[in-house]
């Protein structure tokens, strides 16, 4: 089974850190890109970062240089670094794999996030 | 950066309608649109992606339209399951990875 699983949220005061995990299995790590989305109690769905199957990593500008994203393909297991935390990064963190979906004769690439972790949860407060 | 909006915002609707939600980009994407479901307090699940091609396992009462800047998600008869919060997104991209806000599908 495909399966993706985060660890490591909780209560942290504002300016401290936390790394979240996700540790996958059920498919071929190495191979895929990996992002971690983020909600907001109530809100809608955020990407925060991405790291590609060469270790090429993304950011929004919200987070860019405060979070820093890593993987570890031996274990199967992405990193979340985030630094600097304030009152805005509280949220669930979901861990989810990238794919491309081809589609025609001549192909078209269709990015696409595929599957998803449970989500853990990120607390930011004094 | 794009910029992706959907309406309506929340809608009421009861077992067997007709619904439709609407996203529209703040510039042409082509096809470049998923669809997600969520249930409250669970993660996101892919339901489409190129705008029109249904994910594998999910139901044919989903599908999906449009290109450039306007689609629709439509779900042909509601059933029970599908009252959730729908969200869209650009794979144009790549990054960003912009979601629309959300629609939530409520019980009439």
């Known amino acids: 089974e495909v399966q993706l699983v985060e660890s490591g949220g909780g209560l942290v005061q504002p300016g401290g850190s936390l790394r979240l995990s996700c540790a996958a299995s059920?498919?071929?790590?190495?191979?895929?890109?990996m992002h971690w989305v983020r909600q907001g109690t109530g809100k809608g769905l955020e990407w925060v970062s991405t790291?590609?199957?060469?270790?090429?990593?993304y950011y929004p500008g919200s987070v860019k240089g405060r979070f820093t994203l890593s993987r570890e393909n031996s274990k199967n297991s992405l990193y979340l670094q985030m630094n600097s935390l304030r009152d805005g990064d509280t949220a669930v963190y979901f861990c989810v794999r990238g794919d491309t979906m081809v589609q025609g004769v001549i192909p078209s690439y269709y990015y696409v996030m595929d599957v998803w972790g449970q989500g853990t949860t990120v607390t930011v407060s004094s | 950066d794009i910029q992706m909006t959907q309406s309506p915002s929340s809608l009421s609707a009861s077992v067997g309608d007709r619904v439709a939600i609407t996203c529209r980009a703040s510039?042409?994407?082509?096809?470049?649109l998923n669809w997600y479901q969520q249930k409250p307090g669970k993660a996101p699940k892919l339901l489409i992606y190129?705008?029109?091609s249904l994910q594998s396992g999910v139901p044919s009462r989903f599908s999906g339209s449009g290109s450039g800047t306007d689609f629709t998600l439509t779900i042909s008869s509601l059933q029970p399951e599908d009252f959730a919060t729908y969200y869209c997104?650009?794979?144009?991209?790549?990054?960003?990875?912009?979601f629309g806000q959300g629609t939530k599908v409520e019980i009439k």
């Open positions: 059920g498919f071929t790590f190495s191979s895929y890109d």
């Open positions: 510039q042409s994407i082509s096809s470049y």
């Open positions: 190129a705008a029109s």
């Open positions: 997104q650009e794979s144009y991209s790549n990054p960003p990875w912009t």
């Open positions: 790291i590609g199957t060469s270790g090429d990593t």
